[in-house]
């Protein structure tokens, strides 16, 4: 066994977990170090963001281009080279680039699981053998997060998100359980690539936003061929032979369910019921951290040496919210190890998010729902996005909604939700409008270029303003 000291040591090599380590030595000679299990980049590189944006960007071309005069274009993707394009932006999951990047920057790169047994003290297990490090300084937790599989599905060998991104064989039919962006997104791209595909939903389709995001995602969805059901009770899952017998191919014979008291049987089935914080294993007993959830706190459990960063910290679970946390336990890392103030933070900032579907969803802040709930004085202002010229020129069938939610007191953004073609490009000047606390006086002032998109910020600053 031997033990080693870096003044840093990550646990959890994702988008987070490498800006943390990153930050927290820039511009020193201070040293760092993060243990991964799997792949150096974590799940986004590999099984969530980056291929699900690869597989559905070609989609969205293309079906761009059968929606607009002037365009012929023969239907269909070519699978094998749609594939090959999503194994290009995961670097044919290799993590070779990442250890290089980490390499170039100081950071040593430990493979193996790593476990708290003490404090700043960490035990890295790696095919059997042991190795302790500590920490001088701080441990930050950026383990990421875990595919939820609800017990009745346990027994089928499902699909999960990473059998949906990783795709290797495409299911002549597949049920996708769950209502959520991985649903949503999965959906797409398997109708694409030509499997049958129902979606089951017990509630609504993105429940967490306005109730006119989902009704418009559902209705992109069915023109692509989904069959959407929500409401649904989903009882008796069903499977012989279950087998997972590998990321994206097959895991067995058919899947039956029972909807709604009918059977319904498909090739596959996908189980996107959410994530859980990637928790077990992390020896946080040791330290006297018995609920996990301690980890959403600054100093968890009382340690000031620990942070968590990312899904882990369980907050929200997107992979530029962990890296803007990461960034900021950087920051306080380093201003500690020098003995500075570090830089002030805010408990205000929104959370933006965009959701690749046909059509495109674009949120930050506070929907109206949820304004309501906080009880504010607010008005809500709606458009068509097709306001917008400059939307309704990115294609013929363009349709959509866009929503802003207006603090009545202080007249600030509180909110923002835009549905429609590229909206995700659009939602940025919505969160730089709320984090600087622009009121909508002066945002009257902010010339949007014609015809572009954000001429959609014109039309319902007119209709707050009763032009």
Request: aromatic share 6%.
């Amino acid at each position: 066994m031997t033990t080693d000291t870096y003044d840093v040591i990550v646990i959890g090599g994702g988008p987070a977990g490498e800006v943390a380590a990153q930050f927290a030595i820039a511009g020193s000679d201070r040293t760092a170090a993060i243990i991964e299990a799997e792949l150096l980049g974590g799940e986004c590189s590999y099984w969530a963001c980056m291929p699900s944006k690869a597989l559905l960007r070609p989609i969205e071309v293309a079906t761009t281009a059968r929606n607009l005069d002037g365009v012929d274009v023969a239907d269909g993707i070519d699978t094998a080279k749609l594939l090959a394009r999503r194994d290009t932006w995961t670097s044919n999951y290799s993590d070779a680039g990442q250890r290089k990047w980490a390499e170039g920057i100081d950071i040593d790169v430990i493979s193996g699981h790593g476990r708290i047994t003490g404090d700043k003290t960490v035990v890295v297990t790696n095919d059997g053998t042991e190795r302790t490090v500590t920490a001088r300084l701080a441990v930050v937790l950026g383990t990421g997060s875990t595919a939820t599989v609800p017990g009745p599905y346990a027994d089928l060998a499902p699909w999960t998100s990473r059998d949906a991104t990783g795709i290797r064989e495409v299911p002549e039919s597949i049920i996708v359980v769950g209502g959520g962006v991985v649903a949503c997104e999965s959906a797409t791209w398997l109708a694409a690539l030509g499997s049958t595909v129902t979606m089951l939903v017990r509630g609504k389709v993105l429940r967490t936003l306005d109730d006119f995001v989902g009704e418009a995602v559902i209705e992109g969805l069915t023109t692509a061929g989904v069959d959407v059901r929500t409401g649904v009770s989903i009882t008796s899952p069903t499977r012989e032979n279950a087998d997972d017998a590998g990321i994206g191919v097959s895991h067995g014979g058919p899947v039956t369910v029972t909807v709604d008291g009918e059977p319904l049987t498909a090739a596959e089935i996908l189980v996107a019921a959410g994530r859980k914080p990637a928790v077990d294993g992390l020896g946080l007993d040791a330290i006297g951290i018995d609920d996990p959830s301690q980890l959403s706190a600054s100093k968890p459990g009382g340690h000031d040496w620990l942070y968590a960063v990312g899904d882990v910290s369980y907050g929200p679970m997107l992979t530029h919210w962990g890296k803007y946390q990461a960034r900021l336990v950087g920051q306080r890392i380093s201003a500690a190890a020098q003995g500075r103030t570090p830089p002030p933070e805010r408990d205000d900032v929104p959370v933006p998010q965009a959701v690749f579907t046909d059509p495109q969803v674009g949120s930050t802040g506070l929907t109206a729902r949820e304004a309501d709930e906080k009880g504010l004085r607010t008005t809500v202002v709606t458009q068509p996005i097709t306001a917008a010229s400059g939307i309704g020129l990115l294609r013929d069938d363009a349709t959509g909604t866009a929503q802003l939610v207006i603090d009545d007191d202080d007249r600030t953004l509180l909110g923002a939700t835009f549905v429609g073609p590229e909206t995700g490009e659009l939602i940025h000047a919505a969160t730089i409008a709320i984090v600087g606390k622009v009121t909508v006086d002066d945002l009257w002032h902010a010339v949007p270029s014609y015809p572009t998109g954000s001429e959609i910020w014109l039309r319902l600053l007119e209709k707050y303003f009763g032009y």
